[in-house]
Structure formats: structure tokens, C-alpha cells
């Protein structure tokens, strides 16, 4: 699972891979080469059953970042060409993290909502290219056989055809579930989820306008400012934390934006606790015991009997594991049971 992180040159998507990801690149070079790499989903709910358990071994989540080539609308054939390198890299994510400039420093005046226009309407028109071209395809398709393969495609595409031309993006639009299995393999851009993270100069607010832009494009909107969430992750645990009391803040801004595109993909977390180790996974919203019992190891999903479970919050609240079975709140679920965010399991099994 991917998120990329796009948006025009200097808006500070590579200082914001950095924290997500650790991996240390220079920033202000204006990049033109993609970068990948894993990060960790913080999550503090991990952390505090680690210091329940003190196991051997914490493992957070991890998701995969994408430092998309920032595109710069410049001289037609120039912008032309840059707009094509940065859909292209979007087209293979699954999920968008628009990054927006809201600070000067030293690129001019900052216009988050023009930028956030700018970006949008790039991916409207990549998609109505190619709901356009699979129209002509499918009227070429009516003409020679006189009938169609996938008979919801032509309404679904004419109706995508009419939202693209007033500038909208798809995601605005009720797709039932047939609708969405149909146009699954076409990558639409405006379809994929979308989280802005508006960048500020240190200490500055969230810009209204900004947020109102964000929010119309169906997007989930956080504001931080990544040099100094950049600055933060290079400090040690102890530092960082004093750092964050200082500023009365429980956590970095950056987890909360780690969390949403996380969430944006569709996917939440069960954990897994013991003296060994004490670990999140992930599994796909709507994921059923057995599939998160696959997520461990295909031996246990295999010989699946029964998941033990107990919420995170019910755990927390009585102390310890005992305590919480002692109450009553650890379940025996079976096949059919849907994980939750935060349920803590353990399957038994039998191969
Ligand atoms: N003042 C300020 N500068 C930032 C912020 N985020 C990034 N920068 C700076 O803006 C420049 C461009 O950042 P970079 O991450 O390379 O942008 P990119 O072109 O989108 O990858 C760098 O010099 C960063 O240090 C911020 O929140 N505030
Ligand atoms: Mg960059």
C-alpha cells in the first residue's frame, strides 16, 4: 500500500518524506526523481501496551511513502512535461497526500488555494483523458458488435464524463458497489483518496481559505509545518518529548497526518501482545478474523478455530489482560467476526 505525496515544486514534499520515512534526503533542491520508502505508522496505543507487556520486541505498522516529482505548471510544452511525470507516479498509488505551501520562504508569496486549484485541476483533466478515450472505445465497441461487455460502463463514464467538465472531482460522486468494481482498474486519479497538508511557517494558522478549497475537494485537511516536524523526528525520544510539552502538545502533528493517510487507505490495525513481542498489523477495513489471522501467518488462518478477543480500551481500562478477562471482556469470536481498530487477538488455531 502506497500514499504519495504531490504537490508543486517547494511546497516541502520532500522535508515531509523525510518524517515520514526517515530517509534523510536534502531538501530544497527542487528534485525531479521519485523517491520510495517504508515508514512507521505511530501509534501510540502500541507503545503504551509495550510498556504494559515489556516485550523483547515493539513493532509498529508501516506503510510505503512516495515523494512524487513536484510539478510546476511553467511554459506550456515545460509544464506539459512536468504534469506528466507527476500523474504518472500518482496513477500507481493508492492514496494522494497533496502538499501545500502556505509559508514564503524566500518562493514568494504563498497561495495555498491556487495551488490546491492547480494540482486539482491536473488531475481532472489526466482522468478526463481517460474517460474520454474509453467512451470513443466503447462507442467503437457498440458500433461493431452491437453490444457491450460491461453494460454499467457507458452511463457510469458519461456521467463521470459531465462531473469532470464542471471541474469536479470523481470522489465528490455515490458509486454503489457494482460501480466501483466496474471502474476498478482504471486508476482514476480524482477517485483515489486524498488527504492536504497544509505547510505552514512555524507557529502560523491554518488558512481558511485554504481549508474551505481542501474540504470541497472531498479531501481530509491537516495543518503542520514539516521543517519543524523534520527537526523533531531527528531528536532523541527523551528531547522530542520535553520539545512537545513545551508546546503542549501531546504528539508531533506529523503522526496525526501518518495516521490519516493511513486511514485513507482503508486500513486500520489489530494488535498482538506477549512477553516476546508486542506488535500492530494491519488489515483492510471490514476484515474478517481469519484474514487478520492471515495477515500473522497463513498457518493460522489455515487452521483458524477462534479468535481471542479484547478491545484496546477495555484493556487499558482494567490494567492487564486478567483484569479485563476477569470482567468479562475478552470474547471467543469466530470465523465471521469483523476486526475492529484496536482489537487485541489471539487466534487459536490448529494445522
Ligand atoms: N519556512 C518553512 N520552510 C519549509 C517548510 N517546509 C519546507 N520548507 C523549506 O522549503 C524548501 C523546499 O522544501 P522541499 O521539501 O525540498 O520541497 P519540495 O520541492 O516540495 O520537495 C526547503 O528549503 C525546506 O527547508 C515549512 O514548513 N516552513
Ligand atoms: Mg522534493
Redesign the pocket.
Known amino acids: 500500500m502506497q500514499v504519495g ?1 504531490l ?12 518524517v515520514t520515512t526517515g530517509a534523510g534526503l ?6 525531479v526523481d521519485p523517491h520510495r520508502a517504508m515508514g512507521l505508522v505511530p501509534d501510540p496505543r502500541v507503545d503504551l501496551l509495550s510498556d504494559l507487556y515489556k516485550p523483547k520486541r515493539t513493532v509498529h505498522v508501516q506503510i510505503e511513502w512516495v ?1 512524487v516529482p ?1 510539478f510546476e505548471p511553467g511554459p506550456e510544452h515545460d509544464g506539459a512535461r512536468e504534469a506528466t511525470r507527476f500523474l504518472e507516479h500518482a496513477r500507481r498509488v493508492d492514496a494522494l497526500a497533496q ?1 501545500v ?7 514568494g508569496p504563498p497561495d495555498p488555494a491556487g495551488e490546491l486549484a492547480t494540482v486539482g485541476l491536473e488531475l481532472i483533466l489526466a482522468d478526463l483523458q481517460i474517460v474520454e478515450k474509453r467512451l470513443e472505445k466503447l462507442q467503437k465497441e457498440m458500433r461493431l458488435k452491437n453490444k457491450i461487455e460491461q453494460p454499467l460502463e457507458p452511463g457510469l463514464f458519461e456521467r463521470f464524463k459531465t462531473h469532470l467538465e464542471g471541474e469536479h472531482p470523481l470522489r465528490e460522486l455515490e458509486l454503489n458497489a457494482d460501480e466501483r468494481r466496474t471502474i476498478a482498474g482504471y486508476s482514476l486519479l480524482t477517485l483515489k483518496p486524498m488527504i492536504v497538508v497544509l ?4 507557529g502560523e494558522e491554518p488558512d481558511s481559505d485554504a481549508v474551505a478549497a481542501a474540504n470541497e475537494a472531498g479531501a481530509e485537511v491537516l495543518s ?7 527537526e523533531l523526528s531527528e531528536l532523541d525520544p527523551a528531547d522530542a518529548a520535553e520539545f512537545l510539552a513545551d508546546l503542549g502538545v501531546a504528539e508531533p502533528a506529523a503522526h496525526r497526518m501518518i495516521r490519516a493517510a493511513y486511514g485513507a487507505l482503508d486500513l486500520h490495525s489489530f494488535f498482538t501482545v506477549g512477553p516476546d513481542e508486542c506488535r500492530a498489523w494491519t488489515v483492510r477495513r471490514g476484515a474478517l478474523a481469519p484474514t487478520a489471522a492471515g495477515a500473522i501467518h497463513s498457518d493460522l488462518e489455515r487452521g483458524f478455530i477462534r479468535a481471542e478477543v479484547c478491545a484496546y480500551d477495555d484493556l487499558v481500562a482494567h490494567g492487564d489482560h486478567s483484569a479485563a478477562k476477569a470482567a468479562g471482556k475478552v470474547r471467543l469470536e469466530g470465523k465471521g467476526y469483523e476486526v475492529k481498530d484496536g482489537d487485541i487477538i489471539e487466534i487459536r488455531f490448529n494445522v
Not at 504537490?7 to 523525510?18: D, I, P, R, S, V
Not at 505547510?199 to 512555524?202: V, Y
Not at 503542520?224 to 523534520?230: K, M, P, Q, T
Open positions: 505525496i504537490g508543486l515544486k517547494y511546497a516541502g514534499k520532500t522535508t515531509l518524506f523525510n536534502p531538501v530544497g533542491q527542487g528534485g515523494d513536484g502538499v505551501r502556505c509559508f514564503d520562504g524566500g518562493y505547510n505552514h511557517a512555524e503542520l509545518c514539516a521543517s519543524v516536524e523534520a
